[in-house]
């Protein structure tokens, strides 16, 4: 059963730390290092928690941490685990369900994304104002948990509005190149194809990436309010010539790692 779990990873994580966090991160590919810069009260491995999976990738340590900036307590899921390494919806989520369980009220969802916009440019920063799940799966599919959720939420303000507008008044103020746009969910691991690509911007898309869309849907289903950032790490295939790594990827959100750090931590001061 999924609560009697979500409940032994909590019973786990509370024994580690008292801190009641109101705010969750979720820390995508390469902006690990937000996670160093709070007051930890303790960081746990997610191969040490109670059905936690570990995650497989390069630039996704697993860490789940506690601690507060300034006064706010918070919990960071510092990497996550994806869809393309295997796992279940189910367990791709989990995590996400632990830390709503936990009491947290507002959710930051974090990733690195492939731009489908020729304005945009490598290390720019995108926030999300709704997005595609073209994953061809859901987290919610099979039996509704009634105590975690309703059986058909609504997702008409899945990213929320207020925040949003937070968010695009600080970027904007501290002169962070950025756009607001649609987040296309992919299962991945493959990057696009350049057919892909045009598909993708003809429905509506201004990124894709192999993440968020779960876990925005898992934390939706419970209540939370959302809100999700993407660094754009390169731009898709067929935007501008060339090939798409996960090297690119990796090196372009360490080159605006600090800048990121900066304004996360002021966004949730503030
Ligand atoms: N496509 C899908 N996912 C990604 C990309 C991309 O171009 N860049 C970073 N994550």
């Known amino acids: ?3 009697q779990k979500i409940k032994e990873s909590i019973e786990f994580i509370r024994e580690q730390s008292q801190i009641k966090p109101k705010v969750g991160v979720t820390l995508g590919s390469g902006l690990a290092q937000f996670a160093e ?4 009260d303790c960081k746990i491995p997610y191969s040490d928690i109670p059905h936690f999976s570990p995650p497989s990738v390069d630039g996704h340590p697993g860490h789940l941490i506690l601690g507060k900036i300034n006064e706010t307590p918070l919990v960071i899921l510092q990497g996550r685990i994806h869809y393309y390494e295997g796992h279940t919806m189910e367990q791709v989520v989990f995590p996400t369900r632990v830390i709503a369980q936990m009491g947290i009220e507002t959710l930051i969802l974090t990733n690195a994304a492939g731009g489908l916009d020729p ?7 995108m926030i999300i104002s709704d997005h595609i799940n073209l994953t061809g799966n859901n987290p919610l599919i099979g039996p509704n948990i009634q105590e975690l959720g309703l059986r058909f939420p609504d997702m008409s303000e899945a990213y929320d509005r207020e925040l949003n507008s937070k968010l695009l008044k600080l970027l904007t103020d501290l002169k962070i190149r950025h756009s607001l746009g649609v987040y296309c969910g992919v299962s991945g691991p493959t990057y696009e194809t350049a057919a892909e690509v045009k598909f993708l911007r003809t429905i509506g898309g201004s990124a894709v990436g192999m993440s968020t869309v779960p876990e925005t849907i898992a934390a939706k289903h419970m209540g939370l309010r959302v809100c999700g950032i993407s660094c754009i790490t390169n731009l ?7 090939k798409v790594t996960h090297e690119e990827v990796k090196e372009t959100a360490k080159k605006v790692e600090e800048q990121f750090t900066h ?3 002021e966004f949730i001061t503030h």
Do not use: H, Y
């Open 37 to 40: 810069q709070i007051d930890i």
């Open 236 to 242: 898709a295939t067929g935007i501008l010539p060339g």
């Open 119 to 125: 304005a945009m440019k490598p290390g720019d920063f």
């Open 263 to 265: 304004f996360l931590k």
């Open 1 to 3: 059963m999924i609560l």
